[in-house]
């Protein structure tokens, strides 16, 4: 669609955490000549803050001292502009709102409700971090991604209509894009088709830039964050991790799957459709490089790397009906579907099926599950439910048509508890299922065995 080379910048939590880290990103941003959109996250810490007040558990007192910390987040940045009683009035008028609806949550909460409240953080810092692209003389527009951004009606983890976006992006974004200007828009956020505002689920930034990047037929995709591209494990939980120069769509889409919070895991689904390379670099350090994420690498090895996803629940059903009965697991994935519960992992035996669900996808963070759901699986089968679990997952090529990967894997999580192994269903995922207490342990000793030694 865009008739020039289009860089889509994506800028995450710590790269507008405040006001020398939003001055950063602009200068990143003002490096690439090609970068015209910018799409940022709320800045760090902010989400967190309006899940809480979102939660319905917060007295008056603990909402006012919430708000006062957002107040004081956005006025660091606010009181270095050139424009500041101009952003006050913008971020008093938001925090405003904020509490009236964070008093309605304590009332009752909602997943649409929590939306609306999360919403505001994407909103401000995108209002501010125009503004320190003007102080440094740099023409930026604010431009509100719920005009382009439609999804359907699931409320902290909604599905973008794909054609829909397209559409309204050549309507509303792309003549903006054709002027001298820089246009800076939310990440995460949307709307559905009424209006009410929705959201793509925790680190869905990354995705509204790639299916903005779709919508527009990007050149490439820059993902700024603050880690210097992506590492064989985190960084920040095992200190010998390795940066990676290139990765395969697939590999990265598989690290994101399994919680390597570089991507978000649908980041990639826009970028292959439309053959977009993605870059992954830092916003503070941009001169250390990154990663290049593409069709095809040059090399393959069988372990790339290793992922940790916290915040999983098991379920195991039970029944010795299931021995030689046919459509138990049909009857079982029907409940679930009724009740539009996403299953992750899947484990069976004679009698048992094992699967698992990843609560920390929504936005609230909040476990789905759902009573009724629970008391209808019960009328046919014993149900257990398992929580504060983590899973742990290897990432690599074709590992199980080479002999020996799976032996090497066990090795290293040998003094571990694992509650539930996936293997099979994938050449480029091992998984192992552990207490939460002992994941970041397990995630070290896989990674020292297999990406080490």
């Known amino acids: 669609m865009a008739n020039f080379q289009l860089d889509i910048a994506k800028f995450g939590g710590t790269s507008v955490a405040d006001f020398k880290a939003m001055t950063s990103s602009v200068q990143v941003s003002a490096s690439n000549p090609n970068t015209r959109l910018v799409v940022v996250s709320a800045c760090a810490g902010v989400t967190n803050i309006l899940v809480e007040l979102a939660s319905g558990a917060c007295s008056r007192d603990k909402i006012e001292e919430l708000i006062k910390k957002l107040y004081d987040i956005h006025y660091e940045i606010a009181s270095k502009v050139a424009t500041t009683d101009i952003c006050l009035k913008f971020i ?41 692209f003007k102080l440094h003389g740099y023409n930026a527009k604010w431009f509100d991604v719920r005009q382009v951004m439609r999804t359907d009606s699931c409320f902290g983890h909604a599905q973008p209509l794909v054609e829909v976006v397209e559409s309204l992006c050549k309507t509303h974004l792309a003549p903006l894009l054709q002027e001298d200007n820089i246009v800076v828009t939310q990440g995460f956020i949307a709307s559905n088709s009424e209006g009410m505002t929705t959201t793509l689920g925790r680190g869905g930034s990354d995705y509204t830039a790639a299916l903005l990047g779709e919508a527009l037929a990007a050149s490439t995709i820059s993902i700024w964050t603050d880690v210097p591209g992506v590492y064989t494990t985190d960084p920040r939980l095992v200190p010998h991790a390795k940066p990676i120069d290139e990765l395969t769509y697939l590999e990265a889409a598989e690290m994101a799957t399994f919680g390597a919070k570089i991507l978000h895991p649908s980041t990639l689904i826009p970028a292959v459709r439309r053959g977009i390379p993605v870059y992954v670099g830092s916003s503070k350090e941009p001169e250390k490089g990154g990663t290049w994420v ?23 059903l039970a029944s010795p009906k299931m021995v ?33 669900l990843d609560a920390g996808s929504n936005t609230s963070g909040i476990s789905q599950l759902n009573e009724s759901m629970l008391n209808e699986l019960r009328q046919f089968c014993h149900v257990k439910v398992e929580h504060n679990l983590s899973l742990v997952a290897v990432i690599g090529n074709e590992m199980s048509n080479i002999p020996g990967t799976a032996t090497k894997a066990f090795d290293a999580i040998e003094d571990y508890a694992v509650r539930m192994i996936c293997y099979g269903a994938s050449n480029h995922n091992l998984c192992f299922l552990v207490d939460e207490d002992k994941a970041v342990s397990a995630l070290t000793a896989l990674h020292k065995h297999l990406l080490e030694d």
């Open 92 to 132: 008093k008028e938001h925090l405003n709102e904020i509490r009236d609806l964070a008093n309605e949550a304590a009332m009752e909460r909602s997943d649409a409700l929590t939306d609306r409240i999360v919403s505001h953080g994407e909103l401000m810092s995108s209002f501010l971090i125009v503004e320190v």
């Open 294 to 316: 593409k069709p095809e690498t040059t090399s393959h090895p069988a372990f790339r790397a290793v992922a940790l996803r916290k915040n999983q629940t098991l379920i195991v």
């Open 324 to 356: 030689g009965a046919s459509g138990f697991l049909a009857k079982v994935f029907g409940v679930f579907a009724k009740y539009n519960q996403s299953i992750d992992l899947v484990s069976t035996s004679e009698v048992s099926i094992a699967v698992t």
